[in-house]
């Protein structure tokens, strides 16, 4: 018998799906994220937020409003207390997949037994992006 800890997905939650220009466009990222947090925790009420070891949150796009710590912004905004740290991490496509290995290797190494993970992208709220340039800028040839 292995005297390493399991760890276990105990719940989850999401938010729909937007369109462009849609009903989620007036959201922030940050609040988008702490909307579904502070769900978790109404639909987990037994669970004390102090308990919290981290927050870590996946997010891709880091641009505009999404460029400072998410995850730190989004548990705040949800209400957790102060003292709970926030992670994001960037894997592009798997940013949230990578925030729940993290959780799982942080507790398997003893350091901790409750996170939040999960990955927060907001599209229509995104700066627009300029390709690369074929050529050199200043590069007239």
Known sequence: MSDQ???F???AIR???GNFRGSLSPVRTDDLAA???KSLMERNSD???TAINDVIMGCANQAGEDNRNIARMALLLAGLPFTVPGETVNRL???SMSAAVHANRAIKAGDGDLF???GVEHMTRGPWVISKSSKPFGNDS
């Open 9 to 11: 997905i105990v719940d």
């Open 116 to 118: 939040i993970t999960g």
């Open 15 to 17: 938010t729909p799906i």
């Open 47 to 49: 669970l004390y937020p």
């Open 35 to 37: 909307h579904v947090i």
């Open 93 to 95: 496509c798997a940013s």
């Open 5 to 7: 800890k399991e760890t």
